[in-house]
């Protein structure tokens, strides 16, 4: 006995013990997952529900570039930020009048409030980083120094007050295009505040409060935006639970609205959906209790788990409505559905689990966990359609299936025909009788794809997640428009040197302090030399475990002697003291003026590609610094030519009321500096278009110092995370496709098989991708994770349609006699899955998350492609191939027995191998190609072994 004969029989037998049985199983699943969320604190040893919706968290936490990333915000005491622009376009002054900028300033002291406890520790906005009008200092040159005050201390009572604040602000270079608009044909028109948050995870709280306090106040011609990638995600991440539980059962619906109208029963057509239900139950629940969080990408499970869990159930459904009539004995009817269709389905579950398995190659773990997970769901829909729905049909009174079923012209042996049975003998007919025609048609259509998929754009941006009506999508196209960029990214610059060592240094700063003392000899002609020659003793005699150490005792020493010292012997001291602290520095690399005008030429660099505003640097500070020190005019807005006077510009701006903002740019050795890069646009094709300006600026014109450029910042790991999705991705396309040709070789013994069951799916994921590239639709996460989709839904067709034609071929041993049946029962059940799970996603359209809405659809579009390129490709292959495919009544004993099947799928076999390993071996592609073409001999070899048994000659 068959072992789906064997599973039908249990479940037809033992039908309430194996549905009670499933059902206190998912409660139990269930509950375990839900309790820890529903009674904080009373089940510990369990785990609730996480959400996570960070991109960071799409790279491990050993990636390289994120392990710096946090090192240099650690550095530097940068975070991430919310922006909060405020524009009025309707007053002639912009935003500042008085009115508009009490607001601003209400607004800017409300955000120092969005603090809270948790966990012991004090978290919200970060009051001393805040940006904003009233708290940032204005410069004015003053007698022999610089003048610092409050920019707007308090809101302005009058118009020329309020006039006045603007042009201070866009007289400071820091401020014009980042917290005041100069862009336009009036400056002024906006405002930016910015607010540094302790972590990314509270954005939407602070957003929330923010738009709370912002609707306290009185109509007026200010709008009011709030934007940034931190929001972007956090918002994403309560919007998309939203998304999940209004989208799924929406979907639901309309698939249950399709089944009443193909089946007609309700009794029957719920069944489906309680698969689909309870297969996305187990499969959530287990992620939960595994205690791995709800991510961006396994919010989508559901949406993925649904269609497959239903398509196989409306196979079932389908083949039991259309047989029912014809013996009138459910019991009978549904074991022979579920054994003629078990290994159809086994193996399309398989191809589909494989699919998304395969993601596990990826070196993304949200989108590894996905995979896995979904692979997981897969196959438990597989075994809860067989146990289950056999199950499910005992329930139902003989008296309710009355009137159920196709109905059968007994007379003639048929069945009475509908509007589908008509639309698929039709397509039968064209593609046996044009079959040439059919395929001539297929290729140029490939031929146009591969042009599409030239042309694909790969990009993404989390604030493009949302819908162009989304408030913080418009909050980002509006803000754009006035300032240099609401996106940030950050340039780090290092100076390379070799550690630390102190004898090293001493016998430096003695050879530096020989050559300094003779040339002193004409104004000190008695004490240079030995001062000098003393010094070069001290240092070589004190000890320190760093430069500052080291320097530090070292001018101590020397200004005790000079205290002691007298006469000319005192000014030489002196003369040392002055000496010791250039030696300090001279590893103080952005110190160097030349240094600093090379951070103005990349700031050039990156303003000319379009893409970023404009960037903040030490540079800037020091030359708007130097410009009102020595004058105010726009002449001396330079870096100075001598390096103490760039020293004394950084001292002067220390005696500002945020002198820690220095540090926000450089590091207290001055050997590392950051440069705050403004880029209009988060997309990862504009970020990269600014690496390759600064990679290629820097490859052709060197610093004047050896000097190590690195990016970091959120919009850099979209970036980096985005190439690991993509080619990471490619990679486990490939090895699936690898495996679903071998399990397809496997199923039906053949390697040309295999290949004629590999056609919908690579004409459909072609034409997908093609259309994609012609209708400039970006590459994005979710187009690149629907390519396994594709795999799966492409490939369940051509598995069901191949092998019923198999078996329908072996009765009339003539294609052209078997194209009626072939186009009956099973092209019907495939058009009705096509129609039931394309419209029943289509819901999908009116989610306001782009995501969602380009899966709804990407999946109508597969299983229309899909499912016409199986019923129209194939048969016109089978007609032209029909000699090769089918070698008289003889059934092929196995793989293995043919020789070239053999050879082919062990190629393949080896190539899927190395796919695998590859990411996780130190060695070439080339080397690992090597290898591969070395064991191919040798499966050669085996396979011809093989294909001479006595088993396989017994065959022929």
């Known amino acids: 006995m068959k072992i789906s004969t064997r599973i039908t029989e249990l479940s037809v037998n033992h039908y309430k013990t194996i549905t009670f049985g499933l059902v206190a199983l998912m409660l139990c699943i269930a509950l375990v997952a839900a309790l820890p969320s529903l009674f904080p604190g009373t089940f510990g040893f369990l785990n609730s529900v996480r959400v996570d919706t960070d991109p960071e968290n799409m790279l491990s936490e050993e990636e390289h570039v994120r392990v710096f990333h946090h090192e240099m915000k650690e550095k530097f005491a940068l975070y991430d930020i919310v922006v909060v622009g405020i524009v009025n376009e309707v007053h002639p002054e912009g935003v500042f009048n008085p009115d508009s900028l009490r607001k601003v300033y209400e607004l800017a002291e409300f955000a120092k409030t969005l603090r809270w406890e948790e966990d012991g520790k004090e978290v919200g906005v970060i009051e001393t980083d805040l940006i904003a009008p009233s708290e940032v200092d204005n410069i004015e040159p003053g007698e022999g120094m610089i003048r610092f005050e409050w920019l707007m201390k308090t809101p302005p009572e009058t118009q020329e007050k309020a006039t006045d604040i603007r042009d201070k602000a866009l007289r400071i270079p820091f401020l014009k295009d980042t917290l005041v608009s100069g862009v336009g044909d009036k400056p002024g028109k906006a405002v930016c505040l910015y607010l540094p948050i302790t972590s990314k995870d509270l954005s939407y709280r602070i ?63 719920i069944s489906p959906l309680i698969v689909a239900l309870l297969s996305v139950i187990f499969t959530m629940g287990a992620l939960i209790i595994a205690g791995f969080p709800i991510h961006i990408m396994s919010s989508m499970i559901p949406i993925f788990i649904m269609p497959i869990a239903v398509l196989d159930s409306v196979h079932i459904i389908s083949e039991f409505f259309d047989r029912y ?101 039709s397509i039968g007919n064209i593609a046996y009788n044009r079959a040439v025609l059919v395929l001539t048609g297929a290729v140029i259509l490939i031929v146009i794809a591969a042009y599409g998929i030239s042309q694909i754009n790969i990009n993404d941006n989390p604030v493009k997640w949302f819908s162009k009506s989304h408030p913080i999508r418009v909050a980002d196209k509006e803000l754009n428009k006035y300032f240099a960029g609401t996106y940030m990214a950050y340039l780090s610059l290092s100076a390379e040197g070799e550690e ?73 001291w002196d003369e040392a003291s002055f000496f010791v602290d250039q030696q300090r520095q001279k590893g103080e690399v952005f110190k160097y003026p030349e240094v600093l005008n090379y951070i103005i030429s990349l700031d050039k660099v990156m303003r000319d590609t379009g893409v970023a505003g404009k960037s903040n640097s030490l540079a800037d500070v020091v030359r708007t610094v130097h410009r009102d020190l020595l004058s105010g005019d726009k002449a001396d807005y330079r870096i100075p030519d001598d390096r103490r006077m760039v020293a004394e510009c950084l001292i002067q701006y220390q005696n500002s009321h945020r002198p820690r903002d220095l540090w926000h740019f450089v590091t207290s050795d001055y050997r590392t500096t950051s440069l705050w890069v403004q880029l209009k646009s988060g997309d990862n094709e504009q970020m990269q278009k600014v690496v390759d300006a600064v990679d290629e600026f820097v490859r052709i014109n060197p610093p004047p110092v050896p000097l190590k450029h690195e990016w970091f910042g959120l919009t850099y790991i979209n970036v980096i995370w985005q190439e690991k999705m993509v080619t990471g991705m490619l990679e486990a396309f490939g090895g699936s496709f ?77 294609w052209e006699k078997c194209i009626p049946n072939v186009f009956g029962e099973p092209a019907r059940a495939i058009t009705r899955n096509i129609i039931v799970i394309a419209a029943g996603f289509l819901p999908l359209l009116l989610a306001p998350l782009v995501p969602y809405k380009t899966v709804g659809i990407l999946l109508a ?14 048969p016109a292959l089978i007609r032209i191939l029909e000699k090769w495919l089918f070698t008289g009544e003889r059934e092929p004993m196995g793989a293995t027995c043919s020789c070239a099947t053999c050879i082919i799928s062990a190629i393949a076999a080896v190539a899927f191998i190395i796919l695998g390993i590859a990411p996780y071996v130190p060695l070439e592609w080339t080397t690992l190609t090597f290898i591969g073409a070395g064991i191919i001999p040798v499966a050669a070899l085996a396979c011809r072994l093989l294909s001479r048994r006595q088993k396989c000659s017994i065959s022929e």
């Open 738 to 814: 690898l495996v679903v040709f071998l399990l397809m070789t496997i199923l039906f013994r053949s390697a040309l098989w295999g290949f004629l069951s590999m056609i919908p799916l690579t004409v459909t994921i072609s034409l997908i991708y093609g259309v994609i590239g012609i209708v400039g639709k970006d590459y994005d996460m979710p187009v690149a994770v629907l390519s396994s989709l594709t795999l799966g839904l492409a490939v369940d067709f051509a598995i069901h349609f191949l092998a019923r034609s198999r078996i329908m071929y072996g009765e009339t041993l003539s």
């Open 325 to 425: 009539q014809e013996t009138k004995d459910k019991c009978k009817t549904i074991e022979t559905v579920v054994d003629e269709l078990f290994m159809p389905m086994l193996y399309t579950s398989m191809t589909s689990a494989a699919g998304f398995a395969s993601l596990a190659m990826t070196p993304i773990p949200p989108v590894q966990v996905f995979g896995v997970f979904v692979a997981t769901g897969i196959l438990a829909a597989w075994f809860l359609t067989i146990i289950f729905i056999p199950a499910y049909v005992m329930f139902i009174p003989e008296k309710k299936l009355e009137n159920f079923g196709a109905v059968h012209d007994h007379e003639k042996g048929e069945i009475r025909t509908g509007i589908i049975d008509k639309i698929m003998q």
């Open 861 to 874: 579009t597969i299983l229309f492609i899909s499912g016409i390129t199986t019923l129209m490709l194939l």
């Open 500 to 572: 630390w060592n102190t004898d090293k240094m001493a016998r430096e700063l003695g050879r530096e302090a020989k050559k300094r003392g003779e040339e002193l000899t004409e104004d000190f002609p008695e004490s240079a030399v030995t001062v000098f020659s003393e010094l070069g003793e001290i240092a070589g005699a004190t000890k320190a475990d760093s430069k500052d150490m080291f320097f530090d005792k070292l001018a101590e020493t020397v200004r005790s002697r000079a205290s002691e010292a007298e006469g000319e012997a005192s000014f030489a």
């Open 207 to 269: 957003y929330s409060e923010l738009n709370k306090k912002i609707a306290e106040f009185p109509k007026s011609d200010d709008k009011f935006y709030i934007t940034g990638l931190p929001v972007a995600e956090d918002t994403f991440g309560v919007e998309m639970f939203i998304q999940m539980a209004v989208s799924a059962p929406a979907a639901m619906v309309v698939i249950f609205i399709l089944l009443m109208i193909f089946f007609h029963k309700i009794i029957l057509i």
